[in-house]
């Protein structure tokens, strides 16, 4: 059975950090593309960041670029979003995928598998 657990959100103040972890379990890891997705109350899912099998490509959406990173432990079976200078518009449930092919992806549409979502809301 395929589990992806997310774990680390949490609410935070404006301007701090968190990190955010989804480790998996079921599969091969070290061949899959990561990535998250977010979503806020009323509005769609929307790409966040993704990593490729290697973790020698990234891509990220324009409004994280510069504040977010993703980064993957291939021998945990881990993929982590770090997230600085945080604001209240990534207040959100942020989720974790993964593409079975390897490659980066921006959208959910060849996303094989999810996780659950953790919240993660910043307010001051």
């Known amino acids: 059975q395929v589990q992806l657990v997310e774990s680390g959100g949490g609410l935070v103040q404006p301007g701090v950090s968190l990190r955010l972890s989804c480790t998996t379990s079921?599969?091969?890891?070290?061949?899959?593309?990561m990535g998250w997705f977010r979503q806020a109350p009323g509005t769609g899912r929307e790409f966040v960041a993704s990593?490729?099998?290697?973790?020698?490509?990234?891509i990220y959406a324009d409004s994280v670029k510069g504040r977010f990173t993703i980064s993957r432990d291939n021998a945990k079976n881990t993929v982590y979003l770090q997230m600085n200078s945080l604001k209240p518009e990534d207040t959100a449930v942020y989720y974790c995928?993964?593409?079975?092919?390897?490659?980066?992806?921006?959208?959910?549409?060849?996303?094989?598998?999810w996780g659950q979502g953790t919240q993660v809301t910043v307010s001051s």
């Open positions: 995928a993964a593409r079975s092919d390897g490659a980066l992806f921006i959208t959910s549409t060849r996303i094989d598998y």
């Open positions: 990593i490729n099998w290697s973790g020698r490509s990234t």
């Open positions: 079921g599969r091969t890891f070290s061949t899959d593309a």
